[in-house]
């Protein structure tokens, strides 16, 4: 059964600080990616990577970037944390075969976090 | 500019019926339609998908329906049990999008005793 744990239930930071958010899967999936979920907005998608050291921005990656030096995890960073990004992210893996959109995407339970 | 829409943010369904969830979409190229289920405090987890060369897909309890000249799909549960109370989103992709998912906002499913 594939598992994907972030590291983090609850994060509290403050304005200004840089915030990391990690995410590990061990189901050797090679893609992987990174949701806010917001209150009326549903899931919207901020990063995706589909291999080690490749990065694709999604429909909002402004104030955000990621790092995936394995293949297994998959970091969301807040450069500069503000009190809008305070949320709920999921960190997402699935397999890669044929198209990315095809296949079923396996979340964890994700991290909630409050900018203060 | 909204290419999912799930346009009930919540319904209400006795035990035993059926409950039926709507999906719009907007881009004609979406081709591949994913539902997803979602409790509390958790993520969301994959239910069932369709493709865009099918009108109707089912596993179990749950079917989807696809009605491409109208950009509407559907998701049905029958019959409706206590456990299927949840949030469910609908999904879609395209290849000119990258491929990207888009999500729609989420219907809250309430199944009544």
């Known amino acids: 059964d594939v598992k994907v744990t972030q590291s983090s239930r609850y994060l509290v930071k403050r304005t200004g600080e840089k915030v990391f958010l990690e995410c590990v899967q061990d189901?050797?999936?090679?893609?992987m990616f990174w949701y806010r979920q917001d209150p009326g907005l549903g899931l919207r998608l901020i990063y995706f990577?589909?291999?080690?050291?490749?990065?694709e921005k999604g429909d909002i990656p402004e104030g955000y970037s990621v790092s995936r030096e394995k293949k297994e995890r998959f970091s969301l960073i807040l450069e500069s944390a503000s009190t809008n990004q305070t949320s709920m992210y999921l960190c997402?893996?699935?397999?890669?075969?044929?198209?990315?959109?095809?296949?079923?995407?396996?979340f964890g339970d994700g991290t909630r976090l409050s900018i203060l | 500019d909204q290419q999912v829409k799930q346009n009930s943010p919540s319904l209400s369904v006795q035990e035993g019926r059926i409950s039926i969830l709507n999906c719009d979409y907007t881009?004609?190229?979406?081709?591949?339609f994913l539902w997803y289920k979602k409790y509390p405090a958790e993520g969301p987890t994959f239910l069932i998908s369709?493709?865009?060369?099918?009108d109707k897909n089912e596993d179990g309890r749950f079917t989807v329906f696809l009605n491409k000249s109208a950009k509407h799909l559907s998701l049905h549960i029958v019959p409706s049990q206590p456990g299927d109370s949840a949030v469910y989103f609908c999904?879609?992709?395209?290849?000119?999008?990258?491929?990207?998912?888009?999500f729609g906002k989420g219907t809250r499913l309430h199944i009544l005793p």
């Open positions: 881009n004609s190229m979406f081709d591949y």
């Open positions: 369709i493709s865009s060369i099918k």
């Open positions: 189901m050797d999936h090679e893609n």
């Open positions: 999904a879609a992709s395209a290849s000119d999008r990258d491929d990207k998912i888009i």
């Open positions: 990577s589909y291999d080690v050291k490749m990065k």
């Open positions: 997402a893996s699935s397999l890669s075969e044929w198209r990315i959109g095809n296949q079923p995407q396996h």
